[in-house]
């Protein structure tokens, strides 16, 4: 099913309503609706590319609320705003009331009043799962300390930009498996009929309830989820080679320890050997080279990392005119 889907090519020939819909995590996305938002954003890149004009959000306002700071969350979801006809506005935690003077519930249903679409760059997840079950506008997930959906989003638009497919690929992800990029590549890989392998130090494996509702969807959609230990397993045959810091925002106090443990974990050329010859490698970014990666792989042949970051554009854009466009 997923390679029919894809081989249409066209958003209309899968045309779906996610119209009012909260963006979360991708395990609350069917994998034809995941497809769509691929489609769309691939459709909305070339158009773009070419010169055509998007009003989709025209007299719109999304409202960006951020606990957590950012540079490709924030210009992504601002600029998409502008090239859609719409209009984006900043909020930060020092400047709002969230979860202080204010409940996050009420917060919610006051800014539903003002906006048409929220979107929250926080620390807990169950704040905005708080926030979404109170707003009656779309909420999307701009990152917690347990997804980041739409970095996911982007990183499948720049695999299926490069590989041409989705299905039946191999993916690794090296590194700290319990952390958000980790669990939403587990959910949206599988979504997608993608293999998928995570290696992690002992204790730093992705969280229990994600990898195992991974596995479900994985057999649902003729895939495996591998979670090992070994790097050199995990990377074996890969077409996609992944990682992301070793400490995130937070966890900067544990850096010298992680440092120390992570170092076998390491993207290198000697690691990367194991993978197929024609792999690509993405990063969230940002990058420590000499730490998670070094730099003849990430500024290497096989390295996407700045077509990855130039998609969160296009796959926000996709996000916000499925959600919000009327």
Not at 187 to 209: C, D
Request: with cysteine.
């Amino acid at each position: 099913m997923l390679n029919a889907i894809r081989e249409k090519g066209s958003v209309d020939s899968v045309k779906l309503n996610l119209k009012g819909k909260d963006f979360l995590t991708l395990a609350e996305f069917q994998s034809n609706e995941i497809m769509y938002l691929l489609d769309q954003a691939l459709k909305l890149k070339k158009e773009r590319k070419r010169g055509v004009v998007h009003q989709e959000l025209s007299g719109q306002v999304l409202g960006m609320i951020f606990e957590k700071s950012s540079t490709r969350t924030r210009v992504s979801f601002e600029v998409g705003m502008l090239q859609l006809g719409g209009q984006a506005i900043f909020l930060s935690s020092k400047d709002i009331q969230l979860g202080r003077g204010e409940s996050i519930a009420d917060t919610a249903k006051v800014l539903s009043r003002y906006l048409d679409g929220v979107m929250v760059r926080t620390h807990q997840h169950d704040t905005i799962k708080e926030f979404a079950e109170n707003a009656t506008i779309p909420v999307i997930n701009g990152l917690t300390d347990l997804h980041h959906p739409t970095q996911v989003l982007a990183d499948l638009l720049t695999i299926l930009e490069h590989k041409g497919v989705l299905t039946g690929l191999n993916m690794c992800y090296i590194g700290d498996g319990n952390n958000n990029v980790a669990h939403s590549l587990l959910e949206g890989a599988t979504k997608v009929g993608m293999n998928i392998n995570v290696a992690s130090p002992f204790g730093y494996e992705p969280n229990q309830l994600i990898r195992d509702h991974a596995k479900v969807t994985a057999k649902k959609n003729g895939s495996s989820v591998l979670i090992t230990n070994s790097p050199e397993k995990a990377i074996e045959d890969a077409d996609i080679v992944v990682t992301d810091v070793w400490a995130s925002m937070g966890q900067e106090s544990e850096l010298e320890k992680r440092i120390e443990l992570f170092k076998p974990y390491q993207i290198n050329n000697k690691l990367c050997r194991k993978a197929k010859k024609d792999f690509i490698f993405l990063h969230c970014l940002p990058a420590h080279r000499g730490e998670e990666v070094t730099a003849e792989i990430i500024d290497g042949p096989h390295s996407v990392v700045f077509d990855e970051a130039e998609n969160r554009l296009h796959a926000q854009k996709a996000i916000l005119a499925a959600l919000m466009g009327k």
